[in-house]
């Protein structure tokens, strides 16, 4: 079986991003991690990543304009061989061309059941609506923020004494398992 090439783009620690490398190390998996890249040179996850042995790219988009920075990061998925880029805690936002090169081939998990909570705070605005279900979503990336085919979703019981970040904690739990085994059957296509 040709395992297919994945990139991971992170802003942070890279939870997400250490559950698709765990989960890749399987024999059965389909795809492998052949490239962590952030936006932020000084991102915990890229330290684990290279610990791991996986290859990491970093460049700081400040002062080079969204155009220049999407075009090196899209340089460094492109020579990594990467078929499909699995957003991890990435908190950039994709341009349209960037979308356009890699149209239908980028995922990301997002801490809500979606179509519900787009963007931030997703947590404390299912919490303060008095929903009674939270969860998180994979789906496949567009131009419009969290609006892709969903892909997955697990949904979470929102308990009555919870708050944001007991919620959070919870919801990322569910993310753990869900993003691999979403990432696994949109890899097997």
Same mark, same amino acid.
């Given at each position: 079986?040709?395992?297919?090439?994945?990139?991971?783009?992170?802003?942070?620690?890279?939870?997400?991003?250490?559950?698709?490398?765990?989960?890749?190390?399987?024999?059965?998996?389909? $795809?492998?991690?052949?490239?962590?890249?952030?936006?932020?040179?000084?991102?915990?996850?890229?330290?684990?990543?290279?610990?791991?042995?996986?290859?990491?790219?970093?460049?700081?988009?400040?002062?080079?304009?969204?155009?220049?920075?999407?075009?090196?990061?899209?340089?460094?998925?492109?020579?990594?061989?990467? %078929?499909?880029?699995?957003?991890?805690? $990435?908190?950039?936002?994709?341009?349209?061309?960037?979308?356009?090169?890699?149209?239908?081939?980028?995922?990301?998990?997002?801490?809500?059941?979606?179509?519900? $909570?787009?963007?931030?705070?997703?947590?404390?605005?299912?919490?303060?609506?008095? %929903?009674?279900?939270?969860?998180?979503?994979?789906?496949?990336?567009?131009?419009?923020?969290?609006?892709?085919?969903?892909?997955?979703?697990?949904?979470?019981?929102?308990?009555?004494?919870?708050?944001?970040?007991?919620?959070?904690?919870?919801?990322?739990?569910?993310?753990?398992?869900? $993003?691999?085994?979403?990432?696994?059957?949109?890899?097997?296509?």
């Amino acid at each position: 079986m040709k395992r297919k090439r994945v990139g991971v783009l992170i802003s942070g620690r890279g939870s997400n991003m250490q559950a698709l490398v765990a989960a890749s190390r399987k024999a059965d998996c389909p $795809y492998e991690v052949v490239l962590v890249a952030s936006d932020k040179p000084d991102a915990a996850g890229l330290a684990w990543a290279t610990e791991q042995g996986v290859a990491t790219f970093a460049l700081l988009p400040r002062g080079i304009g969204k155009a220049a920075y999407e075009a090196q990061m899209l340089a460094a998925l492109t020579e990594a061989r990467v %078929d499909v880029v699995a957003l991890a805690g $990435y908190m950039r936002l994709l341009s349209e061309d960037f979308v356009d090169a890699l149209r239908g081939r980028i995922v990301n998990i997002h801490p809500s059941l979606l179509p519900k $909570y787009k963007g931030l705070d997703t947590h404390a605005r299912a919490i303060a609506a008095g %929903d009674t279900m939270a969860g998180c979503s994979v789906h496949v990336v567009t131009e419009e923020l969290d609006a892709g085919e969903i892909l997955g979703q697990v949904a979470i019981p929102v308990l009555d004494d919870d708050d944001a970040d007991a919620l959070a904690a919870r919801v990322l739990v569910a993310e753990h398992a869900l $993003y691999p085994s979403v990432l696994a059957e949109f890899t097997s296509r």
